[in-house]
């Protein structure tokens, strides 16, 4: 989508990456709860949208992965919560289907422009 080069596309096309990379990260964390020593990792997610917001140009770094601290782990070390990366994964799927919900509507807009254009 870096092709079409307005704010809104460029915000959304960031947002769908950071979503997708916040999905990896979720479904990591569930596919390791039974590993000894594994520990929960999240992206800043809120963190990387002010960065894109703010002109940060987002598209030479990927989102930062950090450790998540104060969740309990485990006698084997493992702090995975299955009930928390479920409720994370729901809540980026929304987000997500939201996402491409928005830039549908702008591609909506833009399908109207070229065709008012062309009358």
């Known amino acids: 989508m870096s092709w079409l080069n307005t704010a809104n596309l460029l915000l959304l096309e960031r947002f769908l990456d950071v979503a997708s990379m916040r999905q ?5 964390n569930l596919a390791n709860i039974d590993t ?6 999240d992206v800043d997610f ?3 949208l002010q960065r894109a917001m703010s002109g940060f140009d987002t598209g030479a770094t990927s ?3 950090l450790p998540v601290r104060g969740l309990v782990a485990r006698p084997d070390g493992n702090n995975v919560s299955a009930d ?3 409720m994370l994964l ?7 289907k939201s996402a491409a919900s928005l830039i549908r509507a702008e ?7 070229i ?3 062309q009358a």
Do not use: C, D, I
């Open 24 to 28: 990896t990260l979720v479904t990591t």
């Open 36 to 41: 000894p020593g594994y520990h929960t990792r």
């Open 46 to 48: 809120r963190g990387e």
């Open 63 to 65: 989102p930062f992965v």
């Open 84 to 86: 928390r990366e479920s």
């Open 90 to 96: 729901a809540e980026v799927q929304l987000q997500f």
């Open 107 to 113: 591609f909506s807009q833009l399908n109207t422009a």
């Open 115 to 117: 065709k008012e254009g």
